[in-house]
């Protein structure tokens, strides 16, 4: 972990600024996200913490109005795990999801636009059972809600 | 020290775990599980198999210069439409029955002029560094038999010898642990850990399995084809691994397709 | 090269539903190979849909996406005939584009 740390700080300068600030194309919505280069400081956290900081932003309030859908209590197998979230947050700028107890904590992060709807699926990985939070940041602020996903070992299938 | 108490936690998490599962085995669990699968459907990564599957039926190969579309399943030259809803059947000019691997195989080496080798070359795909076109090829073909209903050739005498020897086989005990597939697919609510085991003695269990094969299996990010399951149920039985295409290999695939026959082929499917 | 994508884009109402399989092996670089030796991380990390050049989603991704990726979301707007063309590019900067017609 100090490793890390140590590794932001002396990549530290102008650059990172910019990637902090534009942490995943956490800048402006839909502002060309993808040119922005990867956050890797953010895809190597271990806490919501030192995600949040990361990202550029602070403590997520929690909130009712983050739902997820399509997304199973029991995962069958951790390889492959079915994540559905919708943000009724006015103004939704983006939406991560992040894994407690994942290697690295942050699994993506996804920008939406004014005009795509606030709300995706995908699926993620899961190395055990954990508490997944959905991360949205709306008008600036940020917003989570998270659920705990049990992650089984499955029999030979079939 | 960081191992030991990740180690410790996550002893503690499958703990918890199991006590959880214990306390809530039965429908809570059975419904979770089911959702989880349900959420899968949509998305079918054995689509991007089939697309490549489907670009390689059309392109000429081998030494030969020939493309599939003179391979003929048994419906004509070409034809994959229902092909796979048949299969296994019996190939006059193979003097064999045949499933489907079985005939590609077939055709790469008489048509296309591949050797043995190349043909059986990565039966069994492991990610990019080693592709299998079987599997793709499979996963086409399958996908063409769609909401078809299996109809195997049961009254071919050699598909009906077939079908004989297979149900034989499947009753077999042997190896060291004194295995048949029916002791584990022979009654119903049988499960390794979570995972049910689908009772292949009867028509609804054996329909319900058999018209899911090829399936995208997401515990190995790999699309799997009949031969895989059957090859990998060996493995479990701890018997001699079954050759790809033999005979027994054959013979089970009968035995099981026959038993499926009239329900609608629904695969490719996605599987944990 | 990478395998092409598999994207349906749909009317559905007012708005347009997009669902996209990617190829890709997604590696974590956490696991090991039978010789036990790491094995690389290789995985896409950045994720781009437009349509009619407007970006309609954009994502930054780490290793812990699925292996061949699957994401489905919708926009408003859209018509059938319409492209909506997504890119992804990987840490090994392999990047594949492709497209669909809206239907």
Redesign the interface.
């Known amino acids: 972990m100090n490793t890390n740390r140590r590794h932001a700080l002396k990549t530290g300068g102008a650059l990172s600024l910019l990637s902090l600030v534009a942490a ?2 956490w800048l402006k919505p ?1 502002d ?3 040119a ?1 280069a ?2 890797k400081s953010a ?1 190597e956290t271990h806490s919501l913490d030192e995600t949040m900081k990361a990202l550029g932003g602070t403590s997520p309030v929690p909130s009712n109005d983050i739902v997820f859908f ?8 951790g ?4 994540v ?1 979230i919708t943000s009724k947050v006015p103004q939704t700028e983006s939406i991560a999801i992040l ?1 407690e ?4 904590m ?8 004014p ?3 606030p ?8 190395a ?2 954990s508490n997944v939070y959905a991360l949205v940041k709306a008008n600036g602020k940020y917003y989570a809600t998270s659920k705990e996903i ?1 992650v ?7 | 020290m960081r191992t030991m108490i990740r180690l410790a936690v996550a002893a503690g998490a499958a703990a918890a775990f199991a006590a959880s599962i214990g306390a809530a085995l039965g429908e809570s669990t059975a419904d979770e599980i089911a959702k989880y699968r349900e959420a899968l459907q949509d998305g079918n990564p054995a689509e991007l198999w089939e697309a490549r599957g489907e670009q390689m039926w059309k392109v000429p190969r081998g030494p030969n210069k020939v493309s599939f579309e003179r391979c003929d399943l048994g419906l004509g030259p070409g034809v994959v439409k229902g092909a796979y809803a048949q299969l296994p059947r019996y190939f006059p000019d193979a003097k064999r029955v045949m499933d489907l691997e079985t005939r590609l195989v077939w055709c790469m080496v008489q048509q296309q002029g591949m050797s043995e080798a190349d043909a059986l070359k990565n039966t069994f795909g492991n990610g990019s560094a080693k592709r299998s076109d079987l599997e793709a090829l499979a996963a086409y073909v399958a996908s063409q038999s769609q909401g078809i209903r299996m109809n195997v050739a049961l009254d071919e005498p050699h598909v009906h010898d077939m079908y004989r020897l297979g149900e034989k086989m499947f009753y077999y005990r042997g190896g060291t642990h004194d295995f048949a597939c029916a002791t584990c697919h022979g009654d119903d609510g049988k499960r390794i850990r979570l995972q049910d085991l689908p009772n292949l003695t009867k028509v609804e269990g054996a329909q319900k399995a058999y018209t899911t094969w090829p399936a995208y299996r997401v515990s190995q990010g790999e699309l799997r084809t009949f031969q895989w399951r059957l090859n990998d149920c060996f493995r479990q039985q701890r018997f001699p691994e079954l050759a790809f295409g033999s005979d027994a290999s054959i013979a089970l695939t009968a035995y099981l397709a026959g038993r499926a026959n009239g329900a609608a082929y629904a695969g490719p499917a996605i599987k944990r | 090269m990478a395998d092409p994508m598999k994207i349906r884009a749909n009317l559905v109402g007012d708005s347009t539903e997009v669902k996209v399989l990617m190829s890709h092996e997604m590696e974590t670089g956490q696991r090991k190979d039978a010789q036990g030796k790491t094995i690389p991380a290789w995985f896409i990390q950045k994720v781009n849909v437009t349509h009619n050049d407007k970006v309609v989603l954009a994502a930054q991704w780490g290793p812990a996406v699925s292996k061949n990726p699957f994401v489905s979301f919708t926009f408003k707007g859209g018509a059938r005939g319409d492209k909506v063309k997504i890119t992804w590019v990987d840490n090994h900067d392999d990047s594949r584009t492709d497209e669909a017609t809206v239907a």
């Open positions: 995943a194309g839909g060309a996200a993808a922005d990867w956050n895809f399509s997304t199973p209590d029991i995962a069958e197998n390889a492959v795990v079915p559905g894994i107890k994942n290697p690295n942050l699994a993506a992060v996804f920008d939406i636009p005009g795509t709807d709300s995706l699926t995908t699926r993620i990985k899961m055990q059972t049990k089984t070992l499955g029999g030979c299938g079939g």
